[in-house]
């Protein structure tokens, strides 16, 4: 269970920031024993316990209320509490209202107090406690709840709603509990030295020590789209969880209550972070353990992670927004290998992780893809993916890219062959199919960066139908050829780098991505032509004076599905019959035939004569043709 230990490591390295809401992210590393809460109101009290005011929270975030991230203290118990039995385990501190007014929380709270006033260092915290329990032992909640209009449209109060306290110090300073760290510390030792210490001590298999409590219950809600999906959990002995093997979940696995806490935690927090790459129930994450810097992103294009890591360097983060045809594969290899060596060192010890985690029901998850590299050898895998999967991809002014129109040299994200293999998602008949796929695909390509496993063909064979079938692609219409086109070219750009691939992972054969002009495979050379005759029959329409807003298709585009399968046939109409009146507007098109006639020398014996159907590297030809064209 290396995973575990991992996320253990990584909690530790990061103690500092435990509890701290990040800013830009607004993220919060949880103390142990807590847990996000949803506050409909919350209670102001003075230090002696007296009501000051309440205040309804109207449309509150989960988790968020004026930039302060909302965490509460809570048991293994009522973390996981739900059906009849939950009355029976409220949350120490805040809580929905018919959990505040039971007896058990009254005296959950006394035996709190009773353990804080034995220790000095936490004289404060026992006050406040103090408070809360002079409070709701007057038993006038839910009148105060009335009396302040906290109620629904009925004027009824909702016994579902989660009722949080802010407690003024001595000097009537606020204090927001949420955010008091010696209250964190207050309720962790409590609770571990009353309740978790006195369990059955064993191995913890998280991290291999001895002797230590461990859970028999573990946390949930570690993926929001997956809130009741558990990673670790042994609570089903009927249904064959054990198969013959145990008795008892102790007999399986044993994993201590800190190191659950920190595992879960950890997970919970990675997750939630911007970075994290998401598609349904499944999350992906990459990180360092090292107190889990920024790293280089591997589901972004070639683009994207050379600009995040020139983003400190004024000169080269305007070359990356302002450049159009740099190859940012290449830029990126060199950029990673030109550290200097007190750099390389580092990257050579720090340690990363590459996880997925996903749920196969809604209430069980799973670790379906975990890698430990090196930070070093984590780049270089990124580096050889990027290098041998890349080929010109398009951005637009749309997007925000470039401020402009324009093309890259690199490897697409993996939205872009989520797009190329999959077609969007409106396309399949339900979003739960379209989700189980685009999970599979996203496995299936981490297996492919960091395992160096071969692209899946069927993945390549279906970016390459949808590449020659512009015509058939969902959102094409438009007002004008750019926006009419724009999904078709991303899809181009992205089969092309997978085709790329292909070849180079099981004919070891390479291919350039710019024109490669004395190649004379067969497939090659016919994806020229067809890129010339569309050429042709723009150049055309552009002197007839139509403008971009005229977005019929050319005929190279509309036949190209039939010049794929029989190109010869194809070709022969297309130039005796449909480029005809188009060469004769060019004066004849001599630059255009000329080209023509060159690519033609090139076809092999009998070569050009062969109907039999093109493979991938017809869109090779043709795209690296097209871009020529394009920038003479």
């Not at 309440?54 to 988790?63: A, F, T």
């Not at 509990?177 to 510390?185: C, F, I, N, S, Y």
């Not at 060159?598 to 017809?618: H, K, M, Q, V």
């Given at each position: 269970?290396?995973?575990?230990e991992k996320?253990?490591?990584?909690?530790?390295?990061c103690?500092?920031i435990?509890?701290?809401?990040?800013?830009?992210e607004?993220t919060?590393?949880?103390?142990?024993?807590?847990m996000?809460?949803?506050?409909?109101?919350i209670?102001?009290l003075?230090c002696?316990?007296?009501?000051?005011?309440?205040?309804k929270?109207?449309?509150?975030?989960?988790?968020v209320?004026?930039?302060?991230?909302?965490?509460?203290?809570?048991t293994e118990?009522s973390?996981?509490?739900s059906?009849k039995g939950?009355?029976?385990?409220p949350?120490?501190?805040?809580d929905?209202?018919?959990?505040?007014?039971s007896?058990?929380y009254?005296e959950n709270?006394?035996q709190?107090?009773?353990?804080?006033e034995?220790?000095?260092?936490?004289?404060a915290a026992?006050?406040?406690?103090?408070?809360?329990?002079?409070?709701i032992?007057q038993g006038?909640?839910?009148?105060?709840?009335?009396?302040?209009?906290?109620?629904?449209s009925?004027?009824?109060v909702?016994k579902?709603?989660?009722?949080g306290?802010?407690?003024?110090?001595?000097?009537g300073?606020?204090?927001?509990?949420?955010k008091?760290?010696d209250?964190?510390?207050?309720?962790?030792?409590f609770?571990?030295?009353?309740y978790v210490?006195?369990?059955?001590?064993?191995?913890?298999y998280?991290?291999?020590?001895?002797?230590?409590?461990?859970?028999?219950?573990?946390?949930?809600?570690?993926n929001?789209?997956?809130?009741?999906?558990?990673?670790i959990?042994?609570?089903?002995?009927?249904?064959?969880?054990f198969?013959?093997?145990?008795e008892?979940?102790?007999e399986a696995v044993t994993?201590?209550y800190e190191a659950?806490?920190?595992v879960?935690?950890?997970l919970?927090w990675l997750?939630?972070?911007p970075?994290?790459y998401?598609?349904?129930?499944?999350a992906?994450?990459a990180?360092a353990?090292?107190?889990?810097?920024?790293?280089l992103?591997?589901y972004?294009d070639?683009y994207g992670?050379?600009?995040?890591e020139v983003?400190n360097?004024?000169?080269?983060?305007?070359?990356?927004?302002?450049?159009?045809?740099?190859?940012?594969s290449?830029?990126?290899?060199n950029?990673l290998l030109?550290y200097?060596?007190?750099d390389?060192i580092?990257?050579?010890i720090?340690?990363?992780v590459v996880m997925?985690?996903?749920?196969?029901t809604?209430?069980?998850m799973a670790?379906?893809?975990?890698?430990?590299?090196?930070e070093d050898e984590?780049?270089?895998?990124?580096v050889i993916?990027?290098?041998?999967?890349?080929s010109?991809?398009?951005?637009d002014k749309?997007?925000?890219?470039?401020?402009k129109?324009?093309?890259?040299?690199g490897?697409p994200?993996?939205?872009?062959?989520?797009l190329?293999?999959?077609?969007?998602?409106?396309?399949?008949?339900?979003d739960a199919?379209?989700n189980?796929i685009?999970r599979?695909?996203r496995?299936?390509?981490?297996?492919?960066?960091?395992?160096?496993?071969k692209?899946?063909?069927?993945m390549?064979?279906?970016?390459?139908?949808?590449a020659?079938?512009?015509?058939?692609?969902?959102?094409t219409?438009?007002?004008?050829r750019e926006?009419r086109?724009?999904?078709?070219?991303?899809?181009?750009?992205?089969a092309c780098?997978?085709?790329?691939r292909?070849?180079?992972?099981y004919k070891k054969?390479?291919?350039?991505?710019?024109?490669?002009?004395?190649?004379?495979d067969r497939d090659?050379?016919?994806g020229?032509l067809l890129a010339?005759?569309?050429?042709?029959?723009?150049?055309a329409?552009?002197?007839?004076?139509?403008?971009?807003e005229?977005?019929?298709?050319t005929?190279?585009?509309?036949y190209?599905?039939?010049?794929?399968m029989h190109?010869?046939?194809?070709?022969n109409?297309?130039?005796?019959?449909q480029?005809?009146p188009?060469l004769?507007?060019?004066?004849?098109?001599?630059r255009y035939l000329?080209?023509?006639g060159?690519?033609c020398?090139?076809?092999e014996a009998?070569?050009?004569?062969?109907?039999?159907?093109?493979?991938g590297?017809?869109?090779?030809?043709?795209f690296?043709?097209r871009?020529k064209n394009y920038?003479?």
């Amino acid at each position: 269970m290396s995973w575990t230990e991992k996320c253990c490591d990584t909690y530790d390295a990061c103690e500092d920031i435990v509890g701290i809401c990040n800013e830009e992210e607004g993220t919060v590393l949880l103390p142990l024993g807590h847990m996000y809460t949803e506050l409909n109101a919350i209670v102001y009290l003075d230090c002696a316990g007296s009501l000051q005011r309440m205040e309804k929270i109207e449309g509150c975030d989960s988790n968020v209320k004026n930039g302060d991230n909302i965490f509460m203290p809570c048991t293994e118990e009522s973390a996981s509490r739900s059906g009849k039995g939950a009355s029976k385990f409220p949350h120490p501190l805040f809580d929905r209202v018919k959990y505040l007014c039971s007896s058990i929380y009254l005296e959950n709270l006394k035996q709190w107090i009773t353990y804080l006033e034995r220790k000095e260092e936490y004289a404060a915290a026992c006050r406040i406690i103090s408070a809360i329990y002079c409070y709701i032992s007057q038993g006038t909640l839910i009148n105060d709840l009335i009396s302040y209009r906290i109620t629904d449209s009925k004027g009824n109060v909702k016994k579902d709603w989660n009722i949080g306290f802010c407690v003024n110090a001595a000097d009537g300073k606020e204090n927001r509990l949420w955010k008091m760290p010696d209250l964190w510390r207050a309720w962790n030792d409590f609770y571990s030295e009353n309740y978790v210490n006195k369990r059955k001590k064993d191995v913890c298999y998280a991290t291999g020590r001895e002797n230590l409590p461990y859970s028999s219950k573990h946390p949930k809600k570690i993926n929001i789209y997956s809130a009741n999906a558990k990673l670790i959990s042994g609570n089903d002995q009927e249904n064959f969880t054990f198969r013959g093997r145990f008795e008892t979940p102790s007999e399986a696995v044993t994993i201590s209550y800190e190191a659950s806490q920190k595992v879960h935690q950890t997970l919970r927090w990675l997750i939630s972070k911007p970075n994290c790459y998401r598609c349904d129930t499944q999350a992906i994450i990459a990180w360092a353990i090292d107190k889990v810097p920024e790293i280089l992103s591997c589901y972004e294009d070639s683009y994207g992670i050379y600009k995040m890591e020139v983003q400190n360097d004024p000169e080269k983060l305007r070359f990356a927004d302002h450049t159009v045809y740099a190859d940012y594969s290449q830029a990126l290899k060199n950029l990673l290998l030109g550290y200097n060596s007190f750099d390389k060192i580092k990257r050579h010890i720090r340690q990363v992780v590459v996880m997925a985690v996903d749920s196969s029901t809604d209430g069980r998850m799973a670790v379906t893809y975990y890698r430990e590299l090196r930070e070093d050898e984590y780049e270089e895998r990124l580096v050889i993916w990027h290098d041998t999967c890349k080929s010109y991809q398009r951005y637009d002014k749309e997007t925000g890219d470039f401020g402009k129109t324009g093309y890259f040299i690199g490897a697409p994200s993996m939205n872009r062959i989520t797009l190329a293999v999959l077609g969007t998602r409106k396309a399949w008949k339900s979003d739960a199919s379209y989700n189980k796929i685009v999970r599979i695909l996203r496995e299936q390509l981490l297996h492919c960066i960091f395992d160096g496993d071969k692209i899946p063909q069927s993945m390549v064979n279906a970016a390459f139908r949808r590449a020659i079938n512009p015509l058939a692609l969902e959102n094409t219409v438009s007002k004008n050829r750019e926006g009419r086109w724009r999904n078709w070219e991303y899809v181009l750009g992205t089969a092309c780098a997978l085709i790329k691939r292909y070849y180079h992972d099981y004919k070891k054969e390479e291919y350039e991505v710019k024109l490669e002009e004395s190649r004379s495979d067969r497939d090659y050379l016919y994806g020229r032509l067809l890129a010339v005759a569309d050429q042709i029959e723009m150049s055309a329409r552009y002197r007839q004076g139509k403008t971009k807003e005229d977005a019929r298709a050319t005929n190279a585009m509309r036949y190209m599905t039939a010049f794929s399968m029989h190109p010869f046939r194809t070709w022969n109409m297309l130039f005796s019959q449909q480029l005809n009146p188009y060469l004769v507007q060019l004066d004849g098109g001599g630059r255009y035939l000329k080209e023509i006639g060159l690519i033609c020398n090139l076809f092999e014996a009998g070569a050009y004569e062969s109907d039999a159907p093109l493979d991938g590297r017809f869109l090779l030809g043709f795209f690296a043709q097209r871009q020529k064209n394009y920038k003479e």
